[in-house]
């Protein structure tokens, strides 16, 4: 059975930091292409990053050098470092494989002052 299982959300202050984790399970982790995905107040959900198992990054233009994502396949994990954080951040945070049609529960980002 596949599983996403999001955390590491929380409230921050404009500029400030927090590091997403995502736990796969059900799934060759180290073989899947993961990618981030958000959902903000009012809005669609948007895909974020993502990272190939050989290694590469990709990311949306917003939050290029902002929201590294990085990977631990030995513990199937996928993390999203959130730095500078900014008012068109915050939402629910999702993991995923690529092309899964499983979600999990998402973490939510509050951004304020």
């Known amino acids: 059975q596949v599983q996403f299982v999001e955390s590491g959300g929380g409230l921050v202050q404009p500029g400030g930091s927090l590091r997403l984790s995502c736990a796969g399970s059900?799934?060759?982790?180290?073989?899947?292409?993961m990618v981030w995905l958000r959902q903000g107040p009012g809005k669609a959900r948007e895909w974020v990053a993502t990272?190939?198992?050989?290694?590469?990054?990709f990311y949306t233009d917003s939050v290029k050098g902002r929201l590294p994502i990085s990977r631990d396949n030995a513990k199937n994990k996928l993390y999203l470092q959130m730095n500078i954080l900014e008012i068109d951040d915050p939402g629910v945070y999702y993991c995923?494989?690529?092309?899964?049609?499983?979600w999990g529960q998402g973490t939510q980002v509050t951004v304020s002052s």
């Open positions: 995923q494989e690529a092309g899964s049609t499983t």
């Open positions: 059900g799934f060759s982790f180290n073989e899947a292409i």
């Open positions: 990272s190939a198992p050989g290694g590469a990054t």
